[in-house]
């Protein structure tokens, strides 16, 4: 089975700061990787489709990076509505894991 | 616009089977591919399994001996049964539109909680 290992598990970073937050992966996964943003309460929402494509309505500053094991989530100035938890999931090759999470939190 | 709303009992006892239903409004569920996802409090999220394509599944290795998920094309339906269910199953359960090559959009309900307790 694939594992996906996100760092860090927790950040906190002020608003206006650019954040970073990286996903391994096992073994290679075609770059079928997902970022999800979770809030309180709240289902995931779709940010990131294949590695790097921006979904429809989400903010320019998030930006997805990475091919082969390796794959950052940056957003490139934090905003107050992007503190919340940060996901990765790989859809390539069954079972279907997501990362353990980043949870990004004011400083 | 594609909605999904999870429902079913939100109480079960140990040892018994959780049934839980999502009702999909705004397309059909033919054709795409379809995901149980649970989350338990203050937790990550955690894959329990796909079906797609009328009926093919694929569920986690730690879960497959407990789960089956089905279709009811006649009502856009997609189900999840997990049977023998202890504390341990106690989540938020959410369904959700994967996303894909062909459709990169992803859906989700809002979830569902469930609690195992006697």
């Known amino acids: 089975d694939i594992q996906l290992t996100q760092s860090p598990s927790f950040l906190s970073a002020s608003v206006g700061d650019r954040v970073t937050i990286t996903c391994r992966a096992s073994q290679g996964i075609n770059n079928y990787l997902v970022w999800y943003q979770q809030k309180p309460g709240k289902a995931p929402k779709l940010l990131i489709f294949a590695a790097y494509t921006l979904q429809s309505g989400v903010p320019s500053r998030f930006s997805g990076s990475g091919s082969g094991t390796e794959f950052t989530l940056t957003i490139s100035s934090l905003q107050p509505e992007d503190f919340a938890t940060y996901y990765c999931q790989q859809l390539n090759t069954y079972p279907l894991a997501f990362g353990g999470g980043t949870k990004v939190e004011i400083k | 616009q594609v909605q999904l709303q999870e429902s079913g009992p939100g109480l079960v006892k140990p040892s018994e089977t959780l049934s839980l239903t999502c009702t999909v409004s705004?397309?059909?569920?033919?054709?795409?591919?379809w995901s149980w996802i649970r989350q338990p409090a203050g937790k990550g999220l955690e894959w329990i399994g796909r079906i797609y394509n009328s009926g093919n599944t694929n569920y986690s290795p730690s879960l497959k001996s407990r789960v089956t998920m089905s279709f009811d094309t006649s009502k856009n339906q997609v189900s999840l049964k997990l049977k023998s269910v202890t504390a341990a199953d106690t989540a938020v359960y959410f369904c959700?539109?994967?996303?894909?090559?062909?459709?990169?959009?992803?859906?989700w309900g809002q979830g569902t909680l469930v609690t195992v307790s006697s």
């Open positions: 959700a539109r994967d996303p894909t090559m062909a459709t990169p959009y992803a859906y």
């Open positions: 705004g397309g059909s569920i033919s054709s795409y591919y």
